[in-house]
């Protein structure tokens, strides 16, 4: 599959592999986009996931592309997680909100779980 170094990260599972693009900032999502589409296209893969930090910056972005982004990463990151979780590939692409490390810890503090945060279902 293609140059694996590109990419943030390759997850591998039993016969397949998905690769990750982090992102702290988004800023340019038409440039990201055609960013993401070529390293596709270059490494041979079909979908990927785009790991996005949460923060209300990004999750105003995402708000404002949302038809953007929704052909090109139609499975919700709740979704892709739970198939990550039970070995399976993600039947497309997702964005996955991942919230900062401090975030994650008050979070936990007030008792909600790291997957509880947003009200568009994207993580």
Do not use: Y
Not at 108 to 123: I, T, W
């Amino acid at each position: 599959m293609g140059d694996r170094r590109a990419w943030d990260l390759v997850i591998d599972g039993p016969g397949w592999s998905i690769p990750v693009e982090a992102e702290t900032r988004l800023r340019d999502v038409q440039a990201l986009q055609r960013k993401v589409a070529l390293k596709c296209r270059d490494g041979g893969f079909d979908r990927v996931l785009l790991l996005v930090a949460d923060t209300r910056h990004n999750r105003r972005v995402l708000r404002l592309a949302s038809a953007g982004f929704a052909a090109s990463h139609p499975v919700r990151g709740r979704d892709a997680l739970a198939a990550l979780q039970a070995g399976n590939l993600p039947e497309g692409s997702a964005i996955v909100l991942l919230k900062p490390a401090t975030a994650r810890a008050s979070s936990r503090r007030r008792g909600f779980s790291s997957g509880e945060h947003n009200e568009q279902g994207l993580a």
